[in-house]
């Protein structure tokens, strides 16, 4: 905790506040993510509408995200990216407080597509923090970003599951719109305008262009690795609980506790590799991840091909601690190759990367699994990963020869 606060306070009060925003914000719209499940059981005439429903309920944000968030983040440097996370914000509240009255599963799925369609927080809150810390230490700022949401999610799902053992499902949804008004006022009364010359001030600022960064690396390259990382990801989304049931006839909470440890070891490793990537040149970066890539393959592998629960569990909390290194690093360098005045553009349309990657991974793994039976799940996720490791190879290979500094692996 102490480490946290160090860092907090490193980049800036306005940065505590971002993280703060962050962190209670994402935890708010987590609160009903594990139990969507139960709510669509009840509400479904079929087996048939539960099934589709049940996936429907997670991927319809993600579409409405990935299909807006680059038209956001122009939006957000037109006109803004403190304005655009307080429209969010208050998009997420709406939507939010309307789902908490729908009692119809095709109602739900198409305000769950409105909620994504309204949100796009994140790209905007990661181009403000470039603005308000200077773009310094991007990796560092990603990465603590990344862990406001990761902490955010498993609090947030926590006391979601308080609240829904004391009172109906609406009122988590309910509580979760308050909160997100809450924050949306906070945003707007709290976040400084940043200055004229940090971007993202209105249109009078484009007449300022900045060069463009002489990094050597490929933005689309980059968002391609990152997606195919994310992809291998989400695999296991929607089938990971039915692995474990009938894999290691694991209880519940067993489930449960396996799930939440791929997120703290990525909130455990995130900042850890922030802190190896700070200051060196992207090639260096590029070449660590070629070896975080083989990492995954090779740790999802072994979960795959093992029967004990104990070291499946450390392989898992191994996982995550990996992926600490890619999403916040990738991101970092995204930006670091981007002009000032276009990251809103450049990140918003990295979120759309994203979510369209992570509707991909989840389709992949509920066909697969479907068509193929559940043993076929991690083989899958590290063929996946064998071709992140192909892709960020390549990358390695291009950009290490204009711009060696000795530096590369």
């Not at 708010?28 to 996936?55: D, H, K, N, T």
């Not at 109602?107 to 409105?114: C, D, N, Q, Y």
């Not at 463009?212 to 992809?231: D, H, K, Q």
């Not at 699994?369 to 064998?386: D, K, M, N």
Request: aromatic content about 10%; charged content about 10%; proline content about 5%.
């Amino acid at each position: 905790m102490t480490g946290t606060v160090a860092v907090l306070r490193g980049f800036g009060p306005v940065f505590a506040l971002l993280f703060g925003l962050q962190f209670i914000s994402m935890g708010a719209m987590e609160m009903s993510g594990p139990f969507w499940p139960i709510q669509i059981r009840g509400l479904s005439a079929s087996e048939s509408v539960f099934a589709l429903a049940g996936v429907g309920v997670y991927v319809c944000p993600m579409l409405g995200v990935s299909l807006t968030s680059a038209f956001w983040g122009r939006m957000g440097d037109r006109y803004g990216n403190r304005l655009m996370m307080v429209r969010a914000l208050a998009g997420l509240a709406v939507t939010q407080l309307l789902v908490a009255f729908a009692q119809d599963v095709w109602t739900i799925l198409a305000l769950r597509f409105l909620q994504g369609a309204c949100a796009g927080y994140i790209a905007p809150a990661q181009a403000y923090g470039v603005q308000v810390t200077g773009g310094r230490d991007r990796a560092g700022l990603f990465a603590w970003l990344q862990v406001a949401t990761n902490v955010g999610s498993l609090g947030g799902a926590f006391l979601g599951g308080l609240i829904l053992d004391a009172l109906p499902f609406a009122a988590v949804n309910l509580t979760a719109g308050v909160i997100c008004a809450l924050c949306a006022a906070v945003a707007w009364a709290s976040l400084p305008v940043p200055p004229q010359g940090a971007g993202g001030t209105g249109p009078a600022r484009a007449t300022n262009v900045s060069p463009a960064p002489a990094t050597g690396i490929s933005v689309p390259g980059l968002l391609t690795l990152m997606g195919l990382l994310l992809a291998s990801r989400m695999v296991l989304q929607v089938p990971f609980a039915l692995y474990m049931s009938e894999v290691y006839g694991a209880q519940h909470w067993i489930t449960g506790l396996s799930y939440g440890l791929l997120a703290f070891g990525f909130v455990v490793g995130a900042p850890v590799w922030a802190r190896i990537f700070e200051g060196r040149a992207p090639v260096f970066v590029l070449g660590w991840s070629v070896l975080i890539a083989a990492g995954c393959l090779v740790v999802t592998g072994l979960a795959g091909s093992i029967r004990d629960i104990g070291l499946f569990a450390a392989l898992y909390l191994a996982w995550g601690a990996l992926l600490g290194g890619t999403t916040p690093v990738l991101l970092s360098l995204v930006s670091a190759s981007t002009r000032s005045e276009r990251q809103g553009s450049v990140l918003g349309l990295a979120q759309t990367c994203q979510q369209g990657a992570s509707v991909l991974g989840i389709i992949t793994g509920v066909v697969a699994t479907q068509s193929f039976g559940l043993e076929v799940a991690f083989p899958l996720v590290a063929g996946l990963y064998g071709l992140s490791f192909l892709m960020a190879l390549a990358l390695w290979l291009k950009s290490r020869h204009p711009f060696d500094k000795g530096e590369i692996l």
